[in-house]
């Protein structure tokens, strides 16, 4: 295998608890997702911690707003030096290419690689009878089907997915697009609130490029062993 494609949500409540158990397990993984709670309660200053582990930052924050907005606070997310982000492709085609341009444009200035920006198609807590509330009279499949497709179309080089839509998402998008998916279980482990998961393996053969992974490996007592467990079903 050419990289790690382990990223371990920090799904942890304090700058502190979070930067320990990154210095913990980064020699075993590929990234570590920042998310809101994390973000907000620890500031921007928490992305440049985690990175001085030498492992790489997916900042999940989900902008969704007017493409000027979405574009200026990429470029922000650029310099803080994350290598990838999340917004949501419901912003729109204008939106996402914004997105896109801004992430590249700001790491050529400032001579890195441009980040991943992935789409957040329909978020896996809708349902069908939930979308139509909000006007969206499709099945929730045909909504993803229809939001992917735009981001590809958008220009977008990577998606965030649940485990059981990688194979129908690989079905139609192009080859290079990264999918990045949550919802892993091993065998042993607690589901909890994970209502539709895949073991690593198997989501890495379905199609996932990355594999978001939290409390399978921050709540286990051993989080590097857990994390090097995971890694080694991987071949
Ligand atoms: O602890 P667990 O492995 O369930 O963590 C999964 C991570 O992926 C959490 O940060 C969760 O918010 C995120 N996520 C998810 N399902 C989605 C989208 C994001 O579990 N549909």
Redesign the pocket.
Known sequence: MRYNPIIV?L?LPTAEAAVQMAAQVAPAVGAF?I?KELFTSAGPDIVKRIRATGAAVFL?LKFHDIPNTVAKAVAAAVRLDVQMLTIHTGGGSEMMRAAEKSARETALALGRPAPLVLG?TV???LDTQALSEVGVTDPVGKQVERLASLAAKSGLRGL???PLELVGLRAFLPAEMQLVT????GAGDAV???KRTLSAPEAMQAGASWL????????APDPRAAAEKILATLG
């Open positions: 949500a799904d997702k998310g999940d957040v978020l896996t807590s965030v997915c649940s949550p919802g892993i279980r909890g609130d994970q978001v992974i939290g409390r399978p490996i921050c709540a």
